[in-house]
């Protein structure tokens, strides 16, 4: 059976962690942090997302961040799937990298964006990458040095967490003074689990959970007050029912193509011939963006129902549009 599609609420602050498969370390070389953070301005800078906070540890990386233009699934896609052709590449590996999909928790980011933003950048002292405080202000695998204006990262939004504790001078000077006093705190289990169970696949599997009515567990996947659980969770259920309308016609591959053909007036033959022309370029590109997202079927079904290499999805989906829009379109049976 397929995956569920994730679901996303664009404009909501996400806290992301991503870790090596058996524990393997994702990251071996500078080289190797240096193409992902890369990688992470790369999303920045096309205001895809918006990066506040990130850690990368041997074998796992934190991400805070807040969805704009583009879906978080879309964003952590394109992501860590470059990445991981690089680093295969780099050392000569094959295979999955990550372990299963990446984690992601809403957050209140009213209650918890300082904490959130401390308990990630302290990730490099508690692991023992850096040896003391003096040593993380000078980390570049972290944005605290950003923070604090050591390292110049454009990309990463430090006026926006520096509002959190002053203007200018004086924030950066709380934000350390916070930073020192979380030292001795330890680790906050209900940050990233404990307390407030760790996402276990992220809004799709939230909607699975609430569709077998475990309400606790559900909830427990979003950090925040009871009125900001409440009004996600309500948010998340007009989106579901929108995507539970997707009627079992559309469940097939072949009809969603047709209904594709249909509204850009191409013929499954175009569609599958590898043209290059405009219309068919953006007629595939649809079909990859509503295969994969409303459909939750793979790249790879996708790129060989199309007769196209799995990068070529890829590349479709994660510059299609919003996936509100595509529901509008093909929320319906292909022959209405």
């Not at 009213?110 to 933003?117: D, G, K, S």
């Not at 454009?154 to 930073?179: A, N």
């Not at 029912?241 to 499954?268: G, I, M």
């Amino acid at each position: 059976m397929p995956r569920l599609a994730r679901l996303d609420a664009p404009g909501v602050l996400h806290h992301v962690m991503g870790r090596g498969i058996e524990k393997t370390n994702i990251f071996i070389t500078d080289e190797d942090r240096e193409d992902f953070v890369s990688r992470l301005a790369e999303l920045a800078e096309t205001q895809a997302i918006r990066i506040y906070a990130w850690a990368l540890l041997s074998n796992h990386f934190h991400l805070l961040c807040k969805t704009q233009s583009k879906p978080l699934a879309s964003n952590m896609r394109k992501l860590l799937t470059g990445y991981v052709v690089n680093f295969n590449r780099r050392h000569k590996r094959h295979g999955h990298l990550f372990q299963n999909r990446y984690k992601s928790i809403v957050c209140q980011e009213e209650n918890y964006l300082r904490e959130l933003v401390r308990y990630i950048h302290l990730n490099l002292l508690r692991a023992g990458r850096v040896k003391d405080l003096q040593e993380l202000n000078r980390s570049p695998w972290s944005g605290h040095s950003a923070l604090i204006g050591n390292r110049k990262r454009e990309w990463q939004d430090t006026d926006y967490v520096l509002s959190f504790f002053g203007e200018g001078r004086k924030g950066i000077k709380k934000y350390l003074e916070f930073i020192q006093e979380g030292i001795p705190l330890g680790r906050k289990s209900n940050l990233v689990g404990g307390e407030l169970l760790r996402s276990l696949g992220g809004w799709s599997a939230v909607l699975a959970s609430r569709g077998r009515k475990e309400k606790q567990l559900a909830d427990a996947r979003i950090l925040g007050d009871r009125e900001f659980v409440q009004g996600v969770l309500s948010e998340m259920d007009e989106f579901a029912k929108e995507n539970l309308r997707l009627p079992p016609v559309t469940k097939d591959l072949t009809a969603l193509a047709q209904k594709v053909c249909t509204l850009n007036k191409l013929t499954l033959e175009e569609l599958r011939s590898g043209s290059r022309r405009p219309p068919v370029v953006k007629a595939r590109g649809e079909l990859s963006q509503a295969g994969v997202q409303l459909l939750g079927l793979s790249g790879a079904e996708i790129a060989r129902y199309l007769g196209v290499t799995n990068s070529c999805v890829t590349r479709a989906v994660s510059s299609g549009e919003k996936l509100s829009d595509l529901i509008k379109r093909y929320g319906k049976s292909p022959d209405k």
